[in-house]
């Protein structure tokens, strides 16, 4: 049975494994847990992986069912959505996994230098009119500059021609290290491959409708160091100068994209 927004965020707001910091009261709530989540939550010495406008949180659920080694968070502003994984992993008494409702634009608030180990952002808005708001411009990369291990992981999984174009341009004009770059990720591997890193059996919503439509999925994984040519890498990333053309669907209304001819 569906609930409505209200049930969802009044179950959420009993979640023991649910943080709620939207942008509107992150200034006058402080975050403790920063720097702490080992320590406080997970009371482990686990890797901390983040799922980065997570949705319906799938990739955080799969990944931590998997991976009962490492600890996994999922990161997303719109809590309706994200209800569906933190009930299901709650029913399933996961205990490596977590849900922070908050804005990506601060995401640096709720981490500390070194904490996370690795990014996965999973089907992102490829937000083509404005460049500040890709999860891969060099603004969110300096963010997650902050709170990443030296050389931390990132991992783009997208349908998107544009982000994926947007990112390799992002990736070559800073010459970060990359490890895995597909244009047809189920083509190119599969679930016997020894490309352990990507976990093609956990498909979000998103991924699956576009599979279902026969459009295929880019992978790109890169690493982010602390710095670049002796410089830190948060003073010298540039924003490549490219055009490039638009997907053939409107980034804020991605159910309308047009099928493949």
Same mark, same amino acid.
């Given at each position: 049975?569906?609930k409505?927004?209200l049930?969802k965020?009044?179950d959420?707001a009993t979640y023991?494994?649910?943080?709620? =910091?939207?942008?509107s009261?992150?200034? #006058?709530?402080?975050f403790?847990?920063?720097g702490?989540w080992?320590?406080?939550?997970?009371?482990n010495d686990?890797p901390?992986?983040l799922? @980065?406008?997570c949705g319906?949180?799938?990739?955080?659920?799969?990944?931590?069912?998997?991976?009962?080694d490492?600890?996994?968070?999922?990161?997303?502003?719109?809590?309706?959505r994200?209800? +569906?994984?933190?009930t299901e992993?709650l029913?399933?008494? @996961?205990k490596?996994?977590? $849900?922070l409702?908050t804005? *990506?634009e *601060?995401i #640096?608030?709720? $981490?500390?230098?070194g904490e996370?180990q690795?990014?996965w !952002?999973?089907?992102?808005?490829p937000?083509?009119k404005k460049a500040?708001?890709?999860?891969t411009?060099?603004y969110?990369?300096?963010r997650y500059?902050r $709170?990443?291990?030296?050389?931390?992981?990132?991992?783009?999984k997208?349908d +998107?021609?544009f982000?994926?174009t947007?990112?390799?341009y992002v990736?070559?004009e800073?010459? !970060?290290?990359?490890?895995v770059c597909t244009?047809n990720?189920y083509?190119?591997?599969?679930?016997?491959?020894a490309?352990s890193?990507?976990?093609l +059996?956990i498909r979000?919503?998103?991924?699956q409708?576009? !599979?279902?439509?026969?459009?295929?999925i880019? =992978?790109?994984?890169f690493?982010?160091?602390?710095?670049?040519n002796?410089?830190?890498?948060?003073?010298?990333?540039?924003?490549?100068?490219?055009e490039i053309e638009? #997907? +053939?669907?409107?980034?804020?209304n991605r159910?309308?994209?047009q099928?493949?001819?």
């Amino acid at each position: 049975m569906s609930k409505g927004k209200l049930a969802k965020f009044a179950d959420m707001a009993t979640y023991p494994h649910v943080f709620e =910091y939207p942008f509107s009261v992150v200034e #006058d709530v402080p975050f403790d847990m920063r720097g702490r989540w080992r320590e406080q939550f997970f009371h482990n010495d686990n890797p901390i992986v983040l799922e @980065l406008g997570c949705g319906r949180g799938e990739y955080a659920v799969g990944l931590a069912r998997r991976y009962p080694d490492r600890n996994f968070i999922g990161v997303d502003i719109k809590g309706s959505r994200m209800w +569906s994984g933190a009930t299901e992993s709650l029913r399933e008494g @996961l205990k490596n996994v977590a $849900f922070l409702r908050t804005n *990506i634009e *601060i995401i #640096d608030r709720f $981490f500390a230098p070194g904490e996370v180990q690795e990014i996965w !952002l999973t089907f992102s808005d490829p937000q083509m009119k404005k460049a500040t708001k890709r999860l891969t411009s060099t603004y969110f990369l300096r963010r997650y500059r902050r $709170f990443l291990v030296d050389g931390g992981l990132i991992h783009l999984k997208t349908d +998107s021609n544009f982000l994926f174009t947007y990112t390799r341009y992002v990736v070559e004009e800073n010459h !970060l290290p990359v490890e895995v770059c597909t244009e047809n990720l189920y083509g190119a591997f599969n679930n016997n491959s020894a490309e352990s890193a990507i976990d093609l +059996s956990i498909r979000t919503y998103y991924e699956q409708m576009w !599979l279902d439509r026969g459009l295929q999925i880019k =992978y790109l994984r890169f690493r982010l160091p602390a710095t670049l040519n002796g410089q830190p890498l948060e003073e010298v990333l540039a924003e490549p100068d490219v055009e490039i053309e638009p #997907d +053939s669907y409107r980034s804020y209304n991605r159910e309308r994209r047009q099928q493949p001819s």
